[in-house]
């Protein structure tokens, strides 16, 4: 099989946002407690904090962190999680039938964030609570001094306000399972008060109002349709959530997940768009993509849940996933997809960051290390610069179960007009054929290849473990060169590929 594509520096989609490389952070199972923070551990800093896992997420290139929750904000209070740890109360999680303690908080999690160089994206709780609450948190997070919130904060020990300037007005609200679950039109009257509130108090926000929890919602497309026109001069973006697995053995359908999502994030710009000239506003809605990755959801709803309340755990074993060669490929596929779209999408959380559904592992006591999904995020945060182009791909096909015809090759391109520097990112979804792609790069000039990795292995399932933490890695890609003006290079079958040029 071959697949061909044509890169021009001129023809781009969009600037790449950094805050496309985004991640988030859930007080859920072992996020937070045994995996950010673990104050006995070896490598753990004064404040608890273990260093190995910073170094980790340095090293996976994480922009803005959506933090607390997730299901969990839902049933959050925030002013547990400030002040003195010993008057912190400890509260049960009714979304994860956990035991929170509280002992990290805002202000901790704040300060983790400045020592990983990341950016605090706060979603406020709209489930359970409502205007009051989330104007109180920003008032706590974002004024300087001279208000009893905020000399609160002075008292905590941080002086300099957190600054937070992108909040999400609650989390899936569209979702039976979400407390305090709401209509699209109670939420989006909700929203909208909430949004104004929070722009009395700071005007330089953005904010993220909820979208569908995933493009099967029965209500998906008229929830956003009917929350945005009650939103629309309120917010900037709106949120996309979307997890995908292999199912029943499909991994031909599993592996073109990325169609579903460029349909997802197709229909949303259309509906937003639709909103816009229905209102005649010339401001367009961008979308906030805050969860996305690979799940074996139906795994976990197959686990016994934990119901009895006498026992509802601290810091669980919950949702940890165990990720493997073509989940990896199908990670750099999604990443591919949202590339294409950078024009609006122009913020994104791979979901989660440490021990859920997460790249990075930690062992209590002992390592921390990266799953196969940790390469292609990693890598694709490092190289994708500058702005996405256009890239118009012909090349063989195969049939999917779930999604009909599909290429066999899916890519995107960056180009970054600062150093002159190209990244192409591709996958090979055949699970039987190396595929060679030609890419034409006449057009950006006399380059060479600088760099070039590969993610693959003849076992499709094999994965990083505690017991052999590098089974799987990515290595160079010998079969690129540049000869002509064109690019060359061969896929092996299930693998991702990123190709640096200059
Ligand atoms: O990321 C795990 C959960 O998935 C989040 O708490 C929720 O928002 C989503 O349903």
């Not at 979208?211 to 349709?225: D, I, R, V, Y």
């Not at 292999?246 to 991994?251: C, I, K």
């Not at 460029?262 to 639709?274: K, L, M, P, Q, R």
Request: charged fraction near 25%; hydrophobic fraction near 40%.
């Amino acid at each position: 099989p071959s697949a061909d594509l044509t890169l021009d520096p001129h023809f781009t989609v969009g600037a790449v946002n950094r805050r496309l490389f985004g991640s988030f952070v859930e007080h859920l199972g072992r996020c937070v407690y045994d995996g950010i923070y673990e104050p006995g551990h070896p490598s753990a800093d004064p404040e608890g904090f273990r260093t190995d896992v910073m170094e980790l997420v340095r090293e996976l290139g994480v922009s803005a962190i959506r933090y607390p929750g997730g299901n969990f904000v839902s049933g959050f209070r925030w002013e547990d999680s400030v002040g003195p740890r010993e008057e912190r109360p400890s509260r049960l999680d009714l979304a994860w039938h956990s035991t929170e303690s509280n002992e990290v908080g805002l202000d901790e999690f704040a300060g983790w964030l400045e020592k990983v160089g990341s950016e605090l994206m706060y979603a406020v709780n709209l489930g359970t609570r409502g205007v009051l609450e989330a104007v109180d948190v920003l008032e706590y997070a974002n004024i300087r001094s001279g208000t009893t919130l905020s000399d609160a904060r002075i008292k905590n020990g941080r002086v300099d306000p957190h600054r937070i300037r992108m909040w999400c007005l609650g989390n899936e609200m569209d979702g039976p399972w979400q407390l305090g679950h709401r209509n699209a039109e109670d939420y989006g009257k909700l929203a909208s008060q909430t949004a104004k509130a929070m722009r009395q108090l700071d005007g330089d926000l953005e904010l993220v109002v909820c979208g569908s929890s995933n493009a099967s919602m029965p209500t998906f497309g008229s929830w956003e349709h009917t929350v945005l026109r009650h939103t629309y001069d309120d917010v900037d973006y709106i949120s996309c959530h979307a997890y995908y697995e292999e199912r029943d053995g499909d991994a031909g359908s599993f592996l073109a997940v990325a169609t579903n999502m460029d349909h997802f994030i197709e229909s949303v710009v259309a509906t937003a768009d639709t909103v816009r000239a229905e209102l005649g506003r010339s401001k367009r809605i961008n979308i906030s993509f805050d969860e996305w990755n690979v799940w074996y959801n139906t795994r976990f709803h197959a686990e016994e849940q934990i119901t009895d309340i006498e026992r509802w755990p601290t810091a669980p074993r919950l949702l940890e996933d165990s990720y493997s060669v073509i989940d990896a490929v199908v990670v750099g596929n999604l990443l591919i997809s949202l590339l294409k779209h950078a024009d609006r999408v122009t913020s994104a959380s791979l979901a989660q960051l440490v021990n859920v559904i997460a790249p990075i592992m930690t062992e209590p006591g002992g390592p921390a290390w990266r799953q196969t999904t940790f390469f292609p995020f990693a890598i694709t945060s490092r190289l994708a610069v500058g702005d996405a182009l256009e890239v118009r791909l012909t090349g063989d096909t195969y049939t999917t179960a779930l999604y009909g015809e599909v290429p066999l090759v899916d890519a995107v391109a960056t180009h970054d007009p600062a150093t002159g520097r190209s990244a192409v990112f591709l996958v090979n979804r055949s699970l039987t054929e190396a595929t060679t792609v030609t890419v034409d790069v006449a057009r950006l000039g006399a380059v060479a290849v600088l760099e070039t990795h590969t993610l693959t292995d003849d076992d499709i399932y094999a994965a990083n473990t505690l017991a052999d933490r590098e089974r799987v890695g990515v290595g160079p890609n010998e079969s690129a060169a540049v000869a002509d003006g064109h690019l060359t290079v061969s896929l092996p079958p299930v693998s991702w590929t990123a190709v640096s040029l200059g």
